[in-house]
């Protein structure tokens, strides 16, 4: 079995697969400040360890994905393949610096059944990336604040705004502070979504 980790800014997904499938999944937060030994309690009752026999890391948090590579070496005795610049994929990047694009774009990209068509992946993060694709090519990308980002710059920058949930309100108009927010936040990023893909149609 292969223990899969994609880790983020917020989550770290973690994904049992047989090499063709995902057996399961489970999700951790991202604490930088935990030790490897912190995480590796967290992870080894996931699953029963002594069947995996590969690990295959894609992470955008470097403090992290050394902790997973500690964790990889001291419990399990895997050297882990590591997404990043020079693991072959099949995927070209045409880009001003392709070294700079992340393992989360890269692994999106490559996921995309290509059928010479182009494709925008819409990839709904602590950053909302919109990765453009054709014939297996990255070919640009645009970014920008996500749903938990954009609340935090609402909160944090006015003097009135409450802390809010992220949940989608009944209505677009709010008629309450709360709702108002939400509205912005959440139908606000469905139309970024919508307007996004004009350009490509």
């Not at 057996?23 to 937060?29: A, E, G, Q, V, Y």
């Not at 080894?44 to 002594?50: A, E, F, S, T």
């Not at 008629?175 to 893909?197: E, F, K, P, R």
Request: charged content about 20%; some cysteine.
């Amino acid at each position: 079995m292969i223990l899969l980790f994609d880790v983020g800014n917020t989550n770290i997904s973690i994904g049992i697969s047989d090499g063709t499938s995902i057996i399961d999944t489970f999700r951790l937060n991202t604490e930088v400040q935990k030790t490897s030994d912190e995480y590796w309690l967290s992870i080894k009752n996931l699953y029963d360890m002594k069947l995996i026999t590969s690990i295959a890391i894609s992470s955008v948090v470097p403090r992290i994905t050394e902790k997973l590579k500690e964790i990889a070496a001291k419990h399990l005795k895997i050297e882990p393949l590591i997404v990043g610049p020079g693991v072959k994929t099949g995927l070209n990047v045409k880009t001003d610096h392709p070294r700079e694009v992340g393992a989360d774009l890269i692994c999106s990209a490559v996921a995309v059944e290509s059928n010479g068509s182009p494709i925008l992946v819409v990839d709904l993060g602590t950053a909302i990336k919109y990765i453009y694709i054709k014939n297996k090519t990255i070919l640009g990308v645009i970014i920008t604040p996500g749903v938990g980002i954009s609340i935090k710059a609402l909160v944090g920058n006015t003097a009135l705004l409450p802390d809010i949930d992220i949940e989608v309100p009944k209505k677009v108009l709010g008629t309450n502070t709360i709702a108002c927010m939400q509205s912005g936040v959440t139908y606000g990023v469905a139309a970024q979504v919508v307007l996004d893909l004009n350009p490509f149609d």
